[in-house]
């Protein structure tokens, strides 16, 4: 069976608040399957063009072949610096994605799921040489304890980071079974079982090993970093009317997406005029849509999906 990449979520909602114009300039700074892309590409006239960046090599396989398209590999953090390189100083809107590809969590190998052994690789970048093996076995005990509450939101971080930081004395933590068995147990990492064994874990236990996994990743790949530079890129890259739509997938961006888009600042600081009323360089469209129950239903991974739309404002700032 052919490997899905990924299955956008919310794949209409999304290219309907970008309300894409035929000639317009267009960035999807998250391309992974295409999905997004080939929307928009469709709803372009033959003088629009769209950038889509990836940062891993692996989605140059979903290519478009299409000279208004171009793909940028590169971590959407650079989305400023690419766009002055290709001399764009406008853009008609931005799309951005924020879930990990079905691709990732599926390719054993790569180490982002919990499902099966695998080595604990987990980047996005495979050229970034720091594996997350390697961040959890040289993180200090209070590093490990802060990434594990802040990014899983664990409220037993501090026990899980001194299980982690005790286990690996006796061997590293080299395998995606050996870190859920120091998290479930504690103890000496037992030997790594080959790749593609499956993990057999119980129910009750996925949440806490997902937000764990979820952790460890944001931390390796700086998500949260790159997301913070891409909210201020866009904000000055954006043409008056140019509609940026956000696709987040837990609390810690969707929080910092929405404190954005409603103050136009990172720090989500609140900016009023004379008459109390909030300014903003945004005008909210979509404050937080979810999935429906058919798209679901068709794919589960959506029900965690949020999604966040906002006009550039023409006059640089907005009352609401």
């Not at 079905?102 to 040489?129: C, I």
């Not at 593609?196 to 119980?202: A, F, M, N, R, S």
């Not at 739309?309 to 700032?317: C, E, L, M, Q």
């Amino acid at each position: 069976m052919e490997e899905v990449y990924h299955i956008p979520a919310m794949l209409e909602p999304t290219l309907d608040g970008l309300q894409i114009r035929e000639d317009g300039i267009y960035v999807d700074v998250t391309f992974g399957g295409g999905g997004h892309s080939r929307g928009i590409m469709e709803r372009l006239g033959p003088n629009g063009r769209l950038y889509s960046f990836d940062q891993d090599a692996d989605a140059l396989r979903n290519a478009i072949d299409d000279p208004r398209w171009t793909f940028v590999h590169s971590n959407f953090r650079y989305l400023q610096n690419w766009m002055d390189y290709y001399g764009i100083r406008q853009v008609d809107g931005i799309l951005a994605d924020l879930g990990v590809s079905f691709h990732h969590f599926d390719s054993v190998e790569r180490g982002f799921s919990f499902r099966f052994a695998a080595p604990l690789d987990m980047r996005l970048n495979q050229q970034q040489p720091t594996t997350a093996a390697q961040l959890l076995n040289t993180a200090d005990e209070e590093s490990l304890a802060r990434v594990l509450y802040l990014y899983g939101e664990l409220k037993n971080s501090r026990r899980l980071a001194e299980r982690i930081c005790r286990s690996r004395q006796t061997r590293p933590i080299e395998t995606t079974d050996q870190l859920v068995s120091v998290l479930l147990r504690g103890g000496e990492p037992p030997m790594p079982m080959q790749t593609g064994t499956p993990i057999e874990v119980q129910p009750q236990q996925k949440k806490d090993l997902a937000r764990a996994f979820q952790a460890l990743r944001i931390e390796l790949n700086d998500e949260m970093g790159a997301l913070r530079e891409l909210l201020l890129a866009s904000r000055d890259l954006l043409a008056p009317g140019g509609r940026i739509a956000i696709l987040t997938y837990h609390s810690l961006e969707d929080r910092l997406v929405k404190n954005f888009l409603r103050a136009g600042n990172i720090e989500g600081e609140i900016e009023k005029d004379f008459y109390g009323n909030v300014v903003s360089p945004f005008r909210l469209i979509e404050k937080g849509r979810t999935a429906d129950a058919d798209e679901v239903e068709r794919n589960p991974r959506s029900r965690s999906a949020k999604l966040r739309v906002a006009a550039r404002s023409a006059s640089g700032v907005e009352n609401h």
